[in-house]
Nanobody, 124 residues
Framework: QVQLVESGGGLVQAGGSLRLSCVAS????????MGWFGRAPGKEREFVAA????????SYKDSVKGRFTISRDNAKNTVYLQMNSLKPEDTAVYSC?????????????????WGQGTQVTVSS
């Protein structure tokens, strides 16, 4: 079992930045590919970014490319999502997820473990 806990969300004005963190416990994070997903009010959960076990390959939703960066520090069992140039449409609950399959999947069903999420609200 892997337990995931997110932090770093909050209220920010459009154009601002936030850095989300996801700390894993129970298992070594380096054995999992990691993803971030967002669920906006009234909408389905949506892929945001993913990173493979070694961290050398990443993938992103088109609308966040060039603004968001996913990274990981396996020694700290932590994955990050740096969010820059935030827009009101980025408002969502962001959850991290862990997959034992070593590719940066955008499909939520590839991920076996999920955190509770952290709220990101971007005001205009």
């Amino acid at each position: 079992q892997v337990q995931l806990v997110e932090s770093g969300g909050g209220l920010v004005q459009a154009g601002g930045s936030l850095r989300l963190s996801c700390v894993a416990s129970g298992r070594t994070l380096s054995n999992y590919a990691m993803g971030w997903f967002g669920r906006a009010p009234g909408k389905e959960r949506e892929f945001v970014a993913a990173i493979i076990m070694s961290g050398i390959r990443t993938s992103y939703k088109d609308s966040v490319k060039g603004r968001f960066t996913i990274s990981r520090d396996n020694a700290k069992n932590t994955v990050y999502l740096q969010m820059n140039s935030l827009k009101p449409e980025d408002t969502a609950v962001y959850s991290c997820a862990a997959s034992p399959r070593d590719y940066s999947s955008s499909h939520y069903f590839q991920y076996d473990y999920w955190g509770q999420g952290t709220q990101v609200t971007v005001s205009s």
